[in-house]
């Protein structure tokens, strides 16, 4: 008699579970709208040059009806699409050109699907436009001498010339060969330390020619940041910078260390900005 009784309290429980989950299934397939977009990022940032496609699907369980984009910005709303669907599903490519707008200006592009019953779904991709950073100038021609050659030793980018680590203050000297007489001896030291406090990054694969400031300032916030670079070699790219900051992109282009140290020097290049 006991089970009887929790068996017949069970029954109307069930019943109002399965009527419940029913109701939400048919719900749910009433208004099953799906709109997917790549790329995913809510937020992108973009320069004027640069383009994007947009991939576009959508699915729904009813007849669907329009889709349209419609971009916003300080200058008001443009429709950039409006097309009517046919079916249950929806697939574009959509070419999307990067408009010529100030630097950093936000826009808005509001993607929107609208199903037969008149029900919609909407998704956003916000960008700010970037203006395109200019190629970096090149300084060439420059030279440091050992520090066993009593030449000019050093050197200072904003200055733009080379120093001598004997006259002048440490906080001027970006960069300085490293060499020390009971160490090197004859030899090119081939290191760099800077008593001014910098840091070196070693960026092999930086697009030197084509260098922005951009470029030098993510090279040096991925790179390894050490006081002092050494084995420098021709070739080599260096980067500089203090605290979190990059100044300057080097390119060693000829290291001559003769039998004596008195002609024992660095040719380098080197971008910065301005």
Partial sequence: MHTFKIKNTLYPIIL?????????????????????????????????????????????????????????????????????????????????????????????????????????????????????????????????????????????????????SETQPDSLLHIKDNSIENINQNNLSREFISPAGYNFVRFESMNYPQATQAMIQNAYDSGIKLDKIKNIQNEDIIVIGKNNTALAAILITQIIDADSTLNDKYLFNYKMKN
């Fill in 16 to 164: 109002l579970l399965s009527i419940f989950l029913l109701s939400c299934e048919e719900e749910t397939e009433e208004s099953n709208l799906r709109l997917n977009i790549e790329p995913r990022q809510d937020q992108i940032n973009k320069y004027v040059s640069e383009n994007l496609t947009f991939n576009i699907s959508a699915e729904s369980n009813t007849e669907l009806k329009k889709f349209t984009i419609n971009q916003k910005s300080i200058d008001g709303t443009i429709v950039l699409k409006d097309t009517t669907i046919e079916g249950k599903s929806f697939y574009l490519d959509y070419f999307y050109e990067i408009p010529l707008l100030e630097d950093s200006t936000e826009i808005t592009l509001i993607f929107n699907l609208t199903a037969g019953n008149n029900e919609e779904y909407s998704m956003a991709r916000r960008f700010k436009i970037l203006q395109e950073e200019e190629l970096l100038d090149e300084i060439t021609g420059n030279t440091i001498h050992s520090s066993l050659s009593g030449g000019l030793d050093a050197f200072n980018f904003k200055l733009k010339q080379p120093l001598s």
